[in-house]
Structure formats: C-alpha cells, structure tokens
C-alpha cells in the first residue's frame, strides 16, 4: 500500500508538470522509479531497465488523456500524427531493444546527458515563435523523424515532447497545435516503446508480481491514473503563473536529477 502511494503521489507530480510546462515529466519519472523499484526487489542491474518501461508504459495513459483534451479544442494536426506514427511505433520497439543489451549504468548516463540537454534548452531558449504554416507537415520526412524521436525516447523513458514539439515549431506549427500534436504522437511513443520491453526482455527480467518483461504494471498503473487526473491542475496554474520562470525552475531540477543519475552512474 505504501508504494502504491507513492506511485500515486508520483503520477500526480508528472501531471502536474504536463499540464503546466507542456511535457509528461517523464525524466522526473525515471528518477524517482529508478530509486523506489529497488526497494521492492528489483535487482539493481535491472533498476534502470524497469524505470523506463514502466514510465513509457505509463506515457500511453497521460498522452491519450491529453491528446483527447487538446483534440476537443482542435490542437490535434492528425495528418502530421499520421505521418509520424509508423516511424515513432518502430523507433520505440527499436530503441528499447537496444536499450536492453545496454548496461544499467550507461543508461543511467544516457538519461543524465539528456537531462543537461533538455535543462540547456529551457535555460537558453527564448519564447516560441508564433506558428505561420497553414497546413498539416507532412511527408516520409516525418516518418524518418519519428523514428529518431521513438529511439531517443526509448532510451531515456519520455513521450518525445522535448523532441517533437520543436521539430514541429521550426516547420512553423503554432506552439499550442505542436503541444497536442506531440500528445498524441506520445501514444504511439509510449506503446511501442513499453511493448518491446515488455516483449523483448530476458525470461525471469523482473521477478515480481504484475511485471511483463521489464515493465511493471502496478507502477505504470499509479503513475497514469494520478497523472491523468492531475493535469488539469496543472494547466490552471499554468494559466496564473509565469510560464519563463517556470521553465527555469525545472531546467534547475532536471539539472539536478541528471547529476544524481551521473553520481549513481559513478558509485
């Protein structure tokens, strides 16, 4: 029951931050997985594994949720979705096939550059431009990013927001469509990804009970469902607080939660 709590407490926190920074929190996620999945029994050679099937597992729950809010309010480019899809659904099953081979502390490595690449970003960049594309993107060149997007998501255990919604604003895409385009590209990210764990893990990769491969589903479970619910919250601070600041506070706390990936990485 405690745990379960946790993973409650935990969805809630990554919802929050979906709601109020545009992202799933999926970094954070990791973090806090990688460190309770542990203290359940989970051998410390397969911590990091499980973390990120179980955040990508839940990344299908949050992103479906977001993804019907924003296409209530037309945000949803489904042509360009369209187009990603086959790339993001193969980029996922591949980069956790890979991911698998990977030993526990190189992905810890793995998660702690991105960490200080996302953080450098919010730091650096200025507000977005607004969109001027009058139409969908689309083309086997979205095809071709998803699965780049889909394999570095597979690694380090988000939904590809960091990655898609930029793509998206520099082929001129309004901010607020690029958001819920990613949404729903965070599906597809999720599912591929959480399957090839799932699906291409060692036999006896996580001995507990609920587990399938290297995701667990009880963690999983928690984590969307308070996720789900929390967003909401987050979107309404959004909205009474100062998005720039914001932003900076969690470039700080990413960089944190990358220096604790690479001092673990090192001990």
């Not at 480019?77 to 790339?87: E, F, I, N, Q, Y």
């Not at 650096?124 to 431009?129: E, F, N, T, V």
């Not at 399938?212 to 963690?219: D, K, Q, R, S, T």
Request: with cysteine; aromatic share 8%; hydrophobic share 55%.
């Amino acid at each position: 029951m405690t745990f379960l709590l946790l993973y409650l407490a935990l969805g809630a926190c990554a919802g929050v931050l979906a709601g109020l920074l545009g992202i799933g929190g999926g970094l954070v996620l990791v973090g806090a997985l990688a460190w309770l999945l542990p203290l359940q029994g989970v051998a410390p050679e397969a911590a990091m594994h499980a973390a990120l099937a179980s955040s990508l597992a839940s990344i299908v729950l949050t992103a479906a949720a977001s993804a019907r809010a924003h296409h209530r309010r037309g945000s949803v480019l489904w042509p360009t979705v369209a187009w990603m899809v086959p790339g993001v659904l193969a980029g996922g099953w591949l980069g956790s096939r890979f991911a698998i081979a990977l030993d526990g502390n190189v992905l810890r490595w793995c998660v702690a550059g991105y960490c200080g690449l996302v953080a450098a970003q919010m730091l650096l960049s200025g507000p977005p431009p607004q969109g001027t594309a009058a139409a969908a993107p689309r083309g086997p060149g979205y095809t071709l990013a998803g699965g780049v997007i889909g394999v570095v998501s597979a690694i380090v255990g988000i939904g590809g927001g960091s990655l898609t919604v930029p793509l998206l604003v520099w082929r001129g895409v309004a901010p607020v469509r690029a958001v819920g385009t990613s949404s729903a590209c965070g599906i597809f990210i999720g599912l591929g990804s959480a399957l090839g764990y799932a699906l291409q893990a060692p036999a006896g990769a996580l001995p507990l009970p609920g587990a399938v491969g290297y995701v667990y589903l009880p963690a999983a479970l928690g984590v969307a469902v308070a996720s789900v619910l929390a967003a909401p919250h987050g979107t309404r601070l959004a909205h009474a607080l100062s998005g720039l600041a914001l932003k900076r506070v969690f470039a700080v706390f990413l960089l944190l939660v990358g220096s604790a990936f690479a001092y673990s990485a090192l001990g």
